[in-house]
């Protein structure tokens, strides 16, 4: 049975050979060590994001919402299952911001739902002087 670094990453990236990222290589470096690893651009944020969607990891959801839009706590569907992640666009909106525009797909008592989304983020020192991408918001389209 494999590591769960070396499982298939969640949000579905692959490398130059179309070979999916594992855990380790993707996301996981990012959602299980927060503190000491910031997602290099908003896609890398938005793409973990994602994963830690699928395992239901609020601490690193919310570690990772700007400040001034983070709600108070996060719910789950309980039984999802996550079917995937689309990243249909991504582009700079200046120096310090970004968009990325993807479709999540998931099923919930047996109900098919899907999150066609234009998220907007910025790039801000956390409060030890960390550069890092924060999650703003987002549109659904």
């Not at 949000?11 to 999916?20: I, K, L």
């Not at 993707?26 to 997602?39: K, L």
């Amino acid at each position: 049975m494999p590591s769960r670094d070396s499982a298939p990453c969640p949000c579905g990236r692959q490398n130059a050979r179309r070979q999916p990222l594992s855990w380790g290589a993707c996301c996981g470096r990012y959602v299980d060590h927060w503190g000491s690893t910031p997602a290099p651009d908003a896609e890398s944020l938005m793409r973990s994001r994602y994963s830690a969607f699928t395992q239901e990891r609020a601490d690193y959801l919310l570690a990772t919402w700007a400040a001034e839009h983070r709600p108070a706590a996060l719910d789950f569907d309980p039984g999802a299952r996550w079917l995937g992640l689309e990243v249909r666009a991504q582009q700079a909106t200046g120096d310090d911001r970004a968009e990325v525009e993807f479709v999540a797909r998931w099923r919930v008592a047996g109900r098919a739902v899907r999150l066609h989304e234009r998220s907007r983020f910025v790039r801000a020192a956390d409060a030890q002087g960390v550069s890092r991408w924060w999650y703003l918001d987002g549109d659904q389209i």
